[in-house]
């Protein structure tokens, strides 16, 4: 008996996964819509898409270095009554008179102190982080692109893993009907003992069936991982079931692969890793440049304003006397700030230095890598484009060897063995094709990632509460 164990194994495996999409009423929606709902709801991705807004922000704050600042201080506190006269020709008081026993000697005492500071050059420092900013924000809005590639090429493996197993489930269920007509009648024979059927026969009918069943069982468990796995891909609830509209893979006829040179020219332009390196470079050389400036001093405009008010105390009208308690005075000024720490500055500078030398290392190793990638995805492709040209004949042999042998059998002429045998080759054979037209598929998907292209959405619709579960007559 040839049946093989494992015989769907890999077509069910649960790959990792990462989704896709949208805010909307799970109902019935095309296959656009579903794509789209795992693109906005896969954690993945929603993460991707919040650290370009952390950066976003970031870029936000260095550019609000040049802004307007405005400074405020309130204060009130209660006050003693102070009466003095005062002598404008010495600064001091004469006949002071202190009063704070009562609680009509007391008041209140405000102080008002404003200062508007207006950047107005920082000598190239603000540039340099601005542009150290923007190029960061490039390698994460790069990064979630490659994060959106990745999820749409897991949710086309699931999704062509779960078509590979249907599209297997009725040659199975084909077989066990089978099974069960040459069972019936090998028992048939056996009881009436006319030599056509052996306890041997038997046993090997019933190892075939265990098979069989072992198969079948591996299938339907498999479709429900990877629906499971799919469901988890696109953020949905573990209580929404969705229904795939395609009864088995799409045909693959006519799939050609475009030329290398073209591919690779796509790459160059598309692939999100491209430009993770060369504006993660152009962000630290400005991060250098911009640590490098940390010592220069910051020139800039103000204009203050002190009012304080107590009415407990006399004001004080010498004017080279500072009243802090009854005055109003402000003014305007030009200055220079400066904050300088020059081991630091050094020593992250000599940082993003050393950064920006392994990305020109990792520069040059992606200019060999993914044109490597590229070439060997296109490869695969056009190998399992020829492959998979050739899976048919072997199908439709198989499935003319076990229908000879089947109605031998039940003719009377022909042996169990051979039933069995023609059986295992026809499921063998299935096998094959299918994991053929699955193969194109996912090779497509994979030189679309290579390129930099995000896959093609899979035909799936959604449904609230209506789970996809197989049937025997799949």
Known sequence: MRLIPGLLVAAVLVLPVAGLAQEFPLHRVDARHCAGLALVRNPQIVEA??????YRARLLEIENIIYPKLQATFTAAPMFTVEANFDSTYSDFANIDRRWQSIDDWGPSTRLDLRLIQPIYTFGRKESGERAAQHRL????????????TVALEVQKLYYMYL??????????????????????????YQAGNGKVTKADLAKIDFGDTELQWLRITARDGMRSTLDGLRLAMGLNSDDEFIVDVAKLPNVDGVTAESLPELLEAAARMRPEWAQVEHGLQATIALADAERLAMAPTAFFTAFMRHAWTPTRDEATNPYLNDPYNTLRGGLALGLNFDVDAGKAVARSKQAQAKADQLRALQTFASSGIPLDVRRRHMELMSAIEFQGRTDTGRRAARQWVTFASTAFMAGVGPARDVLDGMAAYLQATRRYYESIAEVHLAQAKLRYAVGDIAEPPQCQVEHGQPNKPTESE
Do not use: C, H
């Open 138 to 149: 490039e390698v994460e809005r790069a990064r979630l692109r490659e994060t959106e590639n």
């Open 164 to 189: 590979y197993a249907r599209s297997v489930t009725p040659t199975l269920e084909w077989a066990n009907r089978e099974l069960i007509k040459i069972r019936n009648k090998a028992n048939e024979w």
């Open 49 to 54: 898409e919040a650290k370009v807004q952390e």
